[in-house]
């Protein structure tokens, strides 16, 4: 079992640009939720997909978007990216029953310049 | 938001002792989950406790929650030089779809 996969491990974007991540859920898993970690804090939630489709939003703004796709993985797109978005990004994949554990993948560290 | 706030922040202790970190939130919750993170890398789950249980218990790991003080502690026995990390709480709010709810952490460092 590869557990949750992220790609890229690192990136380098211009403020302004667009940026694509992507996740691949443990397998089983068929919830993706994506997390914002900033340097020192924890991790804040973004959005949850099930189903494809966003069913829990975080308070992020509209630049931040996403898709899940039929296999369950997940992208998370910014647009415009500003300095502030400079972050670890973290996907984290469950089931969608309840009371179950969360398993995070190693993360994209995104870092605008 | 951050809802949980650890306690202490940091903490410096020798091989073989304990560690204690402490968790406190604000609102109910569905379960409570534990995690450690190495060096600003992806998170490694260690424990969930789900809100109608007082105590688990996982190898060198022990995870108390009280619900009516909106606390939970992990406890580290013997520690080891690898465990070296951040530590954070994670709770999981009754609203139907899972949101993790992170605090801030504890950065726990472990000396030969």
């Known amino acids: 079992d590869a557990g949750v996969t992220q790609s890229p491990t690192h990136l380098i974007k211009t403020r302004g640009q667009q940026v694509t991540l992507r996740c691949s859920p443990k397998?089983?898993?068929?919830?993706v939720s994506w997390y914002q970690q900033a340097l020192g804090q924890g991790p804040q939630f973004i959005f949850q997909?099930?189903?494809?489709?966003?069913?829990q939003r975080g308070n992020f703004p509209d630049r931040f978007s996403g898709h899940q796709f039929p296999n369950y993985s997940s992208e998370l797109n910014v647009n415009a990216l500003l300095l502030g978005d400079s972050a670890l990004y973290l996907c984290?994949?469950?089931?969608?029953?309840?009371?179950?554990?969360?398993?995070f993948g190693q993360g994209t560290r995104l870092t605008v310049v | 938001s951050q809802q949980g706030e650890e306690d202490p922040q940091a903490l410096s202790i020798q091989e073989g002792e304990n560690a204690t970190m402490n968790c406190s939130y604000k609102?109910?919750?569905?379960?409570l989950q534990w995690y450690r993170q190495n060096s600003g890398r992806g998170l490694v789950h260690l424990i969930l406790?789900?809100?109608?249980?007082r105590e688990k218990h996982s190898g060198r790991l022990r995870v108390t929650l009280d619900t009516s003080k909106k606390s939970s502690s992990l406890l580290i026995t013997a520690s080891r030089a690898a465990d070296t990390a951040s530590y954070f709480c994670?709770?999981?709010?009754?609203?139907?779809?899972?949101?993790?709810?992170f605090g801030t952490g504890t950065r726990l460092l472990v000396s030969p």
């Open positions: 397998s089983g898993h068929d919830t």
């Open positions: 997909y099930y189903e494809e489709e966003e069913r």
């Open positions: 984290a994949s469950s089931l969608s029953t309840m009371n179950t554990e969360a398993f």
């Open positions: 994670a709770t999981d709010e009754n609203t139907g779809f899972q949101k993790l709810v």
């Open positions: 609102t109910s919750i569905n379960n």
């Open positions: 406790i789900r809100s109608n249980e």
